[in-house]
Each structure stands twice: as C-alpha cells, then as structure tokens.
C-alpha cells in the first residue's frame, strides 16, 4: 500500500471477517450502492466453509458455493478487500468510526504478484499445510490453497532460509523481504461483525487421548480429508497412511461438558457427524461406522429425514457416553473405547480410527477493540437475541453469524442478511438525521441574518 494511500480510507460499512456470514453481509450491502471494506485476518477470504466438503442435508459441494461468492466479493465494483489485515483500534467520529488496521506483511508485492506460483515451485522447504491442519504438506512461499482469493502469494517468513530460491524464480520480481508491519484508518458509518468461530481443541480432554494418538482426528480434520482437494485424496489414518475398516465418532466432545466450561450444545456436530458418517460410507463401502451419541439433535428442515437415512444406510447409532479412549501400543494401532451404555453398564468397543465431534467456540474477544463484552457463553452479546439478533449494545455495530453464537451455514447466511439490513437502516436514520440538523441550522442562520 503506498503512502497516499495509507491515509484515512472512507467507506459507507466495514464488515470484520471474510468467513461466508461476512461475504452474504457485504454483498447484501454492497448491492445496495454502499462502499463496503472488508478486513480479514487471514492470507484470504473463505473462512471455514471453503474448507469444508459438502453441506448438510443437501450434499451440495462447499466449494462449489462458496468459491463463486467468494469471487463476487472481490470483483465487485463496492467491496475493497484487505486481507492479511487485522483491526486493532475503533474509536468513534463524527462521521461513524475510525478503525485502526495492521497489515501484516506478505513479504510478497499485492500489487505485481499473478499468483503464478513460481515461487512455490522453486521454495526448497517443506512445511505442514495449515490449511489441511497440518495433515498435508506446502511450502514456505505459497498461495494460501487452490482457490484462494486474493490469488497472492504469502511467504511464513519464520520458517524461510532467505536462500533467494523464490526472488530468482519470480517473473514479477514480487518477493520483497523488507516488507515491515503497516497500519492505515478505515472510515465507516456502521461496522458488522462477523469474526466467526473455532472449534475446541483436539486435546481439550484428556481422556480421549487426542495430540498423542494419532488416529484420533476431529471433524474438521476428517472434512480435509474428505474434500477434493484434501492432503491424500481419500481417507486415510494420519498416523500409518492405511485405510480405516472401522470409524467411530464421539459425540459432544467439545460441548455439553462442565469440566471443558463448555456447557451449551454447538448445534452443528449432530449433523456434520451424519453428514460425515454418509460421505464415508460412499468412499468406503465395506468401513464400520458407529456414531456414539447422548442426544441426535436434528433441529432444522429436512435433518430429521437426514437422520433417518444414515441409519438406513448402514450407520450404527449407539447411545452411551465414551469416557476414554486408549491404545494398545504403536504396533497395534486399535483404539479401545471406554463407555457406559443406556443401563449404566461399561463397555468397550474397539475401532481403528475415531473422530471426536468437537464443539464451536468464539474467535475472538471484541471487548479491547470493539468494546462489546462477551455474552454467558463467550460470544457476542446481543442484548435482545429474539427480538434483534444481530443487534448489540453499541449503536452502529451489529453481528452476524457465529461471531454470535454456534449456528449452520443457512443460519449464518440468513443472519447475515438480517446484519446488513439492519446496518442500511442505521445508515439512513443517521444520514436522515444529519439532514435535518443541517436544514436546521441552515433555517437559523437565515433567521438570524433576517
């Protein structure tokens, strides 16, 4: 960015966050005549969903939807991106809000960079992939994955040799290695929030054994796994490369648990285990699949029917609370599952790979910055959730998506309508208003001139 341009930029709306809630909001908005900028933390805009494989109840292909919204965003004639951006400041103006913004440095020139690769090619150091969650391998330059958008290279500059490999190979002369941290003021009327969600960490709980048994994986991992554009290009045990004959998934292993802090239900892991369960019967037919459940939770339309068919497909239901997961030793990779039933009774059942159905968590903090605090449950509070939930109780600034509490894409995509339909509003009362007080002024002056 150059130094004319590091000025304070002025848009109409600022959406934080470039997950599929943040894109539906700044199109919305966007659509409508208003200059939106959208700041995303990450090399590029996508969010989860574009990691994922299909969505739930239709089997429709994640990538398939979100990569066209996610080249809406950035062609459109309305929208700025600044990806690899993060807000640090927001204070209040008196045109709406000033945010302060890092951009983080590429070390890659955004302007001349044609996403050619090249660079990749020639980068000698192999590195665990962040985008597979460190199950498939990339290089140290690289475009973020296949269908990032922007198509600009990122180079992790902690874990570069500096051998010029990359600069040399680089049609465009792009790599720049003094790229310094900079920061720049964005402008906007309303600012919508939409700064997603993670999900609980794999080794939460230490009983199921997740981080030192290999081939215990959490349902994002197995989503990588099952995408066309995973780390393998099928499923495979991370720990020995062979494939499972027998899939377990422990339900509830990030949410509904006291002893993680964690007590409200994610809404989403019921579903996205059938969903799983269903994918993985048709890439391994003759593969055991036991789901381990406390509750099937099938809230939305057509959920219930999608229940009903895993279960016909062939998928195992069994109801029990696991309470530990064990192996034998390295040479024999079983898993045990430790487990009381309906009647009270332990059992144990052994499976070759297990997935733990991990719960949403929030992202991120929005009180230092934002100066909204965090509701019970750790996302953003909504101060009337039945009423306006994408409103909260700092005028100006609305949230959508799981910024605001665990919900599915559907639910993410309808709030984000209702964020941008609330944030048009605010911005015509305020505009409205500003209208009157100068016609009001205007009114004295030529009383008082009289």
Do not use: W
Request: proline share 5%; glycine share 8%; with cysteine.
């Amino acid at each position: 960015m150059t130094e004319a341009e590091m000025s304070t930029l002025q848009f109409d709306a600022l959406v934080v966050g470039g997950g599929i809630a943040g894109m539906q909001a700044a199109l919305d908005l966007a659509d409508q005549g208003y200059q939106v900028a959208m700041v995303e933390k990450d090399a590029s805009i996508g969010g989860k969903m574009i990691a994922l494989s299909k969505v739930f109840p239709t089997l429709d292909c994640c990538s398939c939807i979100t990569t066209p919204k996610m080249s809406a965003v950035a062609h459109h004639d309305n929208i700025r991106l600044f990806t690899y951006c993060e807000v640090q400041a927001v204070e209040e103006s008196e045109a709406g809000f000033n945010a302060t913004v890092l951009q983080k440095p590429r070390y890659v020139d955004e302007e001349t960079c044609t996403g050619c690769r090249q660079c990749e090619y020639a980068c000698p150091i192999d590195l665990q992939n962040p985008f597979d969650l460190n199950m498939g391998a990339t290089r140290a330059v690289r475009v973020p994955f296949s269908t990032a958008v922007p198509q600009i290279a990122v180079l992790d500059i902690d874990n570069c040799i500096l051998c010029g490999k990359c600069e040399k190979a680089c049609p465009v002369g792009c790599i720049d290695f003094s790229q310094q941290p900079e920061t720049f003021t964005l402008e906007a009327d309303t600012i919508v929030l939409a700064t997603g969600f993670e999900t609980t960490p794999r080794d939460a709980k230490k009983e199921y054994g997740a981080g030192e048994l290999k081939n215990v994986i959490d349902g994002l991992m197995m989503e990588r796994l099952l995408a066309p554009t995973g780390p393998y290009g099928r499923i495979l045990r991370p720990g020995d490369g062979k494939e499972p004959d027998s899939i377990a998934y422990v339900q509830c292993a990030g949410s509904r648990d006291q002893t993680l802090g964690v007590e409200y239900c994610s809404r989403v892991c019921c579903m996205y285990a059938i969903k799983q369960a269903m994918l993985i019967s048709g890439s391994l037919p003759m593969a055991d699949i036991t789901i381990y459940y406390m509750d099937i939770r099938t809230f939305g339309k057509g959920y219930e029917q999608f229940y009903q068919n895993a279960k016909a497909m062939g998928v195992e239901f069994v109801r029990g609370k696991v309470a530990k997961i064990t192996q034998d030793d390295h040479q024999n990779p079983v898993l045990r599952l430790e487990m009381a039933d309906e009647d009270g009774k332990v059992v144990e059942r052994t499976h070759d790979m297990v997935v733990l159905s991990v719960g949403m968590l929030p992202s991120y903090n929005t009180e230092p910055v934002y100066r909204i605090p965090a509701a019970d449950d750790g996302f953003v509070y909504v101060p009337e959730p039945n009423m306006a939930p994408c409103v909260t109780n700092r005028k100006g600034i609305f949230v959508t998506g799981a910024a605001a509490g665990p919900m599915d894409i559907v639910d993410s995509i309808v709030m984000a309508g209702a964020a941008a339909m609330e944030a048009t509003a605010y911005i015509l009362e305020k505009r409205e208003q500003a209208e009157v007080q100068e016609r009001n002024a205007e009114e004295k002056m030529e009383v008082a001139n009289v």
